[in-house]
């Protein structure tokens, strides 16, 4: 089992929709996770982080924390084109002070 | 800030050649990462440093590959031997603190290598 996993899509959506981006992780001493987004040929950056079971909403964006089920998601609203990207999860695993990533969730918003 | 500076920004090379690859982090950042893309293996993490001195490097592929931090300015990696399989996306990142901590973590623009 990896230690981080995302589902590779690609995901489509149509425009005005919600994005629904999923992440399970291994370890369940694991505290801080992240969302990435990174679009083709440009760098990862960072979107959101949580650190608390819950939802943690940031604009448009609302990340959700399981940490019984070692889950994390992440959600779209009004999903825009410009949205279009690969989305990372990263996970502190525990004893680690570097992300471990995902290999990343391909997002396709429809027009 | 400039942000995470690497260079060079697109190599070419024939196996067996050796290939640097270079860094300047943020300034006052005191992590320094590198990490590899590729489609196969998503981002991997190769090594990372916290005030210049190499902390995890378990993730380095082989002996082929070597980083250096000379200082807090500046960090190298190298391959030499390449080889096809070392084509990738390679990102520098840094930060301050860890991100353990929950502090960011800041990447540069990659330098895509390829080893034909």
């Known amino acids: 089992q990896k230690e981080v996993e995302q589902n590779s899509g690609p995901l489509s959506v149509p425009e005005g929709a919600i994005a629904s981006l999923n992440c399970t992780y291994s370890?369940?001493?694991?505290?801080?996770f992240f969302w990435y987004r990174q679009y083709s040929g440009k760098s990862p950056e960072l979107i959101m982080s949580?650190?608390?079971?819950g939802d943690k909403e940031d604009g448009r964006f609302t990340a959700q924390l399981n940490k019984a089920s070692q889950y994390v998601s992440l959600l779209i609203r009004d999903s825009q084109p410009s949205d279009s990207a690969t989305y990372l999860c990263?996970?502190?695993?525990?004893?680690?002070?570097?992300?471990?990533f995902g290999s990343g969730t391909r997002l396709q918003v429809q027009p | 800030d400039a942000g995470v500076i690497q260079s060079p920004r697109h190599e070419v090379t024939e196996m067996g050649q050796e290939v640097t690859l270079r860094c300047k982090p943020i300034s006052g950042h005191d992590y320094l990462f590198w990490y590899r893309q590729t489609m196969m293996r998503g981002l991997e993490l190769l090594i990372y440093f916290n005030n210049n001195v190499p902390i995890d490097d378990s993730g380095m592929p082989e002996d082929r590959f070597s980083a250096k931090m000379p200082n807090a300015s500046f960090s190298t990696l190298k391959i030499q031997p390449s080889e096809p399989r070392d084509s990738a996306v390679y990102f520098c990142?840094?930060?301050?603190?860890?991100?353990?901590?929950?502090?960011?973590?800041?990447f540069g623009e990659g330098s895509w290598l390829t080893v034909v």
């Open positions: 990142a840094s930060s301050f603190g860890s991100p353990s901590s929950g502090n960011t973590i800041y």
């Open positions: 990263a996970v502190n695993l525990t004893g680690r002070r570097a992300l471990t």
């Open positions: 370890d369940r001493g694991s505290q801080s």
């Open positions: 949580i650190y608390s079971n």
